[in-house]
């Protein structure tokens, strides 16, 4: 167990006689489940793009076209945004800074095929290369029955005759129709500031989303996890730690996007620019937690 989640368990604990803390009451229950085992993973084809990975009764459902995640589910709840618009649903992959290639996304890292090597207990996903940008994206899937964790590793290999600079860049979706978004961060240290309702306690920031007319995006230092609650279930991703110093120019460990109005919410996370030589590669892994639990505003 990471020094991050250890530390929110002690602090979980120590606040349990609270039972109106609401991050208490969430953070219980994910950790006192993380070492209880859990069955043998399965990992199964469906249809002519969609691969399945089950354990017990949480299911990631991994799409050939972008190597996106289209569903987290726990039961037959679904976690992630289904919207059925470009860029609005599931988790996808990109490379960071932004600024190299602004907007759309590369459509060889986001929506067009990846190969796939089917294990008996993973999945590994290879995007095309880009004459433009010279990565390559490789998505392993996997799960750790010890903590209980869905860990999705994702290397990027240079494949430039250039050395450069890149970071990994995870992206989820979820739908924006109450729920709480929570981190450990300073509030003075969300940027810009004013941007999002954040507020503070107990070293934990958190935010509930509100619907607005207009797109906003923060960015801040957070300890390594991001955590979404709604409609009864927690969705919770583990990562690199990363000092002030090392995520990409104009870029951040822990970034929250909010579409306008009630529509979809992106729960970012990205990992340290690091120097590429050619044919050299650096793999950045988040594991991701699905329990049902509490309401945090009930």
Known sequence: MS??????????????????NFFCIILITLLSSQTAGAGVPLVQKQGDS????????????????????RSFR???????????WPNAYGST???????????????????LPYSVKQRKASLVMTSQ???????????????????????????????SPLERKVAPWEITRVVNDGGCIFFDADLEDITP?????????????????DAKPTNRKINADGE???????????LLKRFQNLDTHQPAPNEAEIQ?????????????SQGAYTSLKPGKSLTWTVRWYLRPTKDCFQ
């Open 3 to 20: 020094s991050s989640v250890q530390r929110l368990k002690i602090w979980s604990i120590n606040k349990y006689h609270d039972m109106k």
């Open 50 to 69: 969609l691969y399945a990975i089950r354990m017990d009764s949480v299911t990631m459902t991994i799409d050939v076209n972008g190597g996106k995640i």
């Open 74 to 84: 726990y039961g037959d709840r679904e976690m992630l945004s289904q919207l059925p």
């Open 93 to 111: 992959f990109w490379t960071s800074p932004q600024k190299e290639w602004y907007w759309p996304p590369v459509p060889e890292y986001d929506r």
């Open 129 to 159: 290369v880009p004459r433009t940008h010279q990565y390559r994206i490789t998505k392993e899937f996997s799960v750790d029955p010890t903590d209980t964790a869905f860990v999705v590793s994702y290397t990027i290999t240079n494949m």
């Open 193 to 209: 500031a004013g941007q999002m309702d954040f507020k503070e306690k107990d070293d934990i920031v958190y935010y509930q989303p």
């Open 224 to 234: 390594g996890w991001l955590a979404y609650q709604n409609h009864g279930l927690l």
């Open 256 to 268: 929250v996007y909010v579409n306008r109005g009630k529509t979809y919410i992106e729960l970012e």
